[in-house]
């Protein structure tokens, strides 16, 4: 055997082969989907939990108001008034909680991405390699051709749903209290989009193929050697195509909608990411302001024990010295003013300056989460080849939830009494709720950017060469 035959015989079983284990790959997933499933869904149960429990932390006299049970609220409402350290106490242990399941959740979500990546790989393969007509490649004797070819035409019309999965799934799913909701959600459209693609997938008959058969492979190679150069150049174009995961990016999208996409995405990026930095320049302000109030209250209080000193030591001086320990009563007095001032002048500047920074993290929102409809319904159209969905939603619930920073405001400005009288006012300040939520809101936002941006250079890459291939 020449040595262009050998190449082309070892060529051949090697596409063959990593065939046949793709397709193993799904059906031993498959096989696996009820306890992965179930898996999944008491993850998603933990993490539901984990919000309620978090909900009611901190009740607001609302949740009484809009019970139908006035008692239980009452109870559930005086409940949560505890000090401040207590509450932040509670959040981070439901937090671990959260990291614990979310580790879990990441491990089944790896499993996910081998059963996506073997239909992506299949989506990509060549039909005619399998054709019944071959006379080079022959499958084993429990193997048809049919079933392959079935196989490959299932994973390619069911490709688009892999969209819902392009995102980075441990910086998505970072345990952070404030995203439990957005956490919850995304996870439970994992579970719908693995079982509609596990559904679709039982179209075919892929179910009855088992990797344990004989796996050798029957390669006749009676043909020139012009013939023999020819296939060989053409089966290890079909192996790089197969490899090649910027084009198997393109070939999700399909061209017209992968250039659509891109000029969305170039059009938006910038102003994109002008709006985080805004929401995240937002949460530093407001941790600015908060720390600046509490080290004018903590200044305040120590301005009036010096004030209240002096007043008294004037008093008790005056006979003696006469004019003299007026002037430090009056010194004293004029300290009391000044701190009473004070207090006024730094709460009226701090409700004004959170609403300001409220105000901008709110439009900074707006203008993000318009750019995320259009970039995600241009995903969503691809999607809905298969599915009459988009991904939307779950972007858009990241946005609903910090719509309104407001109202979380108002709760935290309500509660300052109490955190005064619990004696956690420090000079060296501390963050914010408002802040703790933007922050973590625009993580995850980011994080989405992040995945948009590497569809779009992975699919810039394989605009450039998926017209040839």
């Known amino acids: 055997m020449s040595a262009e035959r050998g190449k082309l015989q070892k060529a051949l079983c090697q596409y063959k082969k990593e065939t046949l284990i793709d397709i193993d790959t799904l059906t031993e997933f498959s096989e696996s989907l009820p306890e992965w499933k179930d898996a999944r869904k008491k993850e998603l149960q933990t993490i539901r939990d984990i919000k309620d429990r978090a909900d009611e932390i901190d009740l607001s006299i609302g949740h009484v108001k809009q019970s139908e049970n006035k008692g239980k609220a009452i109870v559930k409402y005086m409940k949560s008034k505890v000090t401040l350290v207590t509450a932040d106490s509670r959040r981070k242990e439901l937090e671990k909680e959260l990291a614990a399941v979310s580790k879990v959740t990441l491990r089944g979500l790896e499993k996910l991405n081998c059963f996506l990546d073997a239909v992506e790989g299949l989506a990509v393969t060549s039909l005619h390699v399998f054709e019944e007509e071959n ?29 819902d999965f392009k995102r980075d799934a441990k910086a998505f799913f970072l345990p952070k209290l404030q995203n439990v909701e957005v956490l919850a959600n995304q996870l439970d459209k994992y579970i719908q989009t693995t079982q509609e693609i596990c559904d679709k997938l039982e179209e075919s008959s892929f179910s009855e193929f088992c990797l344990r058969m004989n796996m050798e492979t029957v390669v006749d190679l009676d043909l020139s050697e012009d013939d023999i150069q020819r296939m060989l150049r053409h089966i290890n174009q079909l192996n790089e195509i197969r490899m090649d995961q910027h084009f198997r990016m393109v070939f999700l999208l399909k061209e017209e909608s992968c250039r659509r996409f891109i000029k969305k995405f170039d059009k938006r990026h910038t102003r994109m990411l002008k709006s985080l930095n805004v929401l995240e320049e937002s949460a530093v302000q407001l941790d600015r302001m908060n720390k600046g109030s509490k080290i004018s209250s903590v200044a305040g209080s120590s301005v009036g024990v010096i004030a209240g000193i002096f007043t008294i030591a004037g008093a008790a001086l005056s006979p003696v010295t006469a004019g003299a320990s007026l002037a430090l009563s009056m010194t004293g007095l004029g300290l009391g003013v000044t701190r009473g001032v004070n207090k006024i002048i730094t709460k009226v500047t701090e409700i004004g300056v959170n609403r300001t920074y409220q105000k901008k993290a709110n439009e900074a929102l707006k203008s993000f989460m318009k750019d995320v409809k259009s970039i995600q319904g241009c995903l969503g159209e691809v999607s809905s080849q298969t599915v009459t969905e988009s991904n939307e939603d779950v972007v858009v619930e990241v946005g609903e939830v910090l719509r309104d920073v407001r109202g979380v405001a108002m709760k935290i400005l309500e509660s300052k009494k109490k955190i005064a009288n619990a004696g956690n006012v420090v000079a060296k300040g501390r963050e914010t709720e408002v802040s703790q939520f933007i922050r973590a809101r625009a993580a995850l936002l980011r994080s989405e950017m992040d995945s948009w941006k590497k569809i779009r250079d992975s699919l810039h890459q394989g605009l450039l060469t998926s017209e040839e291939k």
């Open 135 to 163: 006379q080079v490649l022959h499958l084993p004797q429990d193997i048809s051709s049919g079933t392959v070819q079935d196989v490959i035409t299932a994973a390619r019309l069911v490709c688009p749903l892999i969209l």
